[in-house]
């Protein structure tokens, strides 16, 4: 489920590598998801936004440059939940399903 305020976003979905890839054109940010090896990266070129996901340890990294970001992992719902603040944009994805 993806919910952004303003424009300019682009989704792809390669369902034979289960891979979503994320590009907003305004804005740089970069999302992409490999449930083939379970792991999150999320990079953001404008901003320095920078987030890995350890799947050995079940714990996610997230190191912060500039404000307005927020973002929860559940581990026990399997859900992965972005929210930022400046720009409006929300994204939830439930692996379970596979959906985005």
């Given at each position: 489920m993806?919910?952004?305020h303003t424009g300019g976003l682009e989704i792809s979905f390669q369902g034979s590598r289960h891979r979503v890839d994320i590009h907003r054109h305004t804005g740089g940010l970069e999302i992409s998801e490999q449930?083939?090896?379970i792991k999150d990266q999320i990079h953001r070129h404008t901003g320095g936004l920078e987030i890995y996901s350890d799947i050995r340890h079940r714990k996610n990294s997230?190191?912060?440059h500039t404000g307005g970001l927020e973002i929860g992992n559940n581990d026990t719902v399997a859900l992965f939940a972005i929210h930022r603040h400046?720009?409006?944009l929300e994204i939830e994805t439930k692996t379970g399903i596979r959906t985005a």
């Amino acid at each position: 489920m993806i919910h952004r305020h303003t424009g300019g976003l682009e989704i792809s979905f390669q369902g034979s590598r289960h891979r979503v890839d994320i590009h907003r054109h305004t804005g740089g940010l970069e999302i992409s998801e490999q449930e083939y090896f379970i792991k999150d990266q999320i990079h953001r070129h404008t901003g320095g936004l920078e987030i890995y996901s350890d799947i050995r340890h079940r714990k996610n990294s997230i190191h912060r440059h500039t404000g307005g970001l927020e973002i929860g992992n559940n581990d026990t719902v399997a859900l992965f939940a972005i929210h930022r603040h400046t720009g409006g944009l929300e994204i939830e994805t439930k692996t379970g399903i596979r959906t985005a």
